[in-house]
């Protein structure tokens, strides 16, 4: 819901700042397939991995793989501030994943904290539960911050990078809304 959230108020703040609806119709994302091809991949990773435990030995290979593809669309986007945080947010993510073995780490307290039972996670292929912060690297980039109640639905655990992901979801919506570019001005 956090994601949903920050896409409505970016909408907001940008019909308030002068925006207009029309333009998230006319919006057009460079090399969009590239982007796709990232989620799309990404989906097939986790799928196929519920499956075939075999293939979670090969999370860090496929979690990189689905990173430097989704780097390269942003890149081609680059001209949106809103993707500079969204490219941060995930850079972050896909760091601490790449330094723990492919996973993403869940600290036991926050898991706890979310009412989700350690023993869920450690079935998930992308995720591992971590009970101190030695444990990890980065642990402070982990999925270690709460979120309650309704902003929290179907993602009560984040981490900075989600953080960082969200706010940068809030500002491309903002500038899409009010068709502002940054950084290239023959593309406005």
Same mark, same amino acid.
């Given at each position: 819901m956090l994601y949903v959230l920050m896409i409505l108020s970016g909408?907001?703040?940008?019909?308030?700042?002068? +925006?207009? !609806?029309?333009?998230?119709?006319?919006?057009? !994302?460079?090399?969009?397939?590239?982007? =796709?091809?990232? *989620?799309i991949l990404l989906v097939t990773v986790r799928i196929a991995g519920m499956k075939f435990y075999v293939l979670n030995e090969y999370a860090m290979i496929a979690n990189g793989l689905v990173a430097i593809i989704l780097?390269? +669309?942003?890149?081609?986007?680059?001209?949106?501030?809103? @993707?500079?945080?969204?490219g941060a947010g995930s850079f972050m993510n896909a760091l601490i994943i790449l330094l723990n073995d492919g996973k993403m780490p869940v600290g036991v307290k926050v898991a706890l904290k979310a009412g989700v039972v350690p023993e869920i996670v450690k079935s998930? @292929? /992308?995720? *591992?539960?971590?009970?101190?912060?030695?444990? %990890?690297?980065?642990? *402070?980039?982990?999925? %270690?911050?709460?979120?309650?109640? *309704?902003?929290?639905? +179907?993602?009560?655990?984040?981490? @900075?990078?989600?953080?960082?992901?969200?706010?940068?979801?809030? %500002?491309? =919506? =903002?500038?899409?809304?009010?068709?502002? /570019?940054?950084?290239?001005?023959?593309?406005?």
């Open positions: 909408i907001l703040l940008g019909l308030l700042t002068g +925006g207009k !609806l029309s333009n998230l119709v006319e919006f057009k !994302l460079e090399k969009a397939w590239i982007v =796709m091809l990232a *989620f780097f390269i +669309g942003l890149w081609y986007n680059r001209y949106y501030a809103g @993707i500079w945080l969204i998930d @292929i /992308r995720h *591992f539960v971590f009970y101190k912060s030695s444990e %990890v690297k980065l642990s *402070f980039l982990a999925d %270690v911050v709460y979120l309650p109640g *309704f902003i929290g639905y +179907g993602m009560p655990i984040v981490s @900075i990078g989600d953080l960082i992901i969200a706010a940068g979801l809030a %500002v491309l =919506m =903002m500038q899409i809304v009010r068709n502002k /570019r940054v950084g290239n001005p023959t593309v406005q």
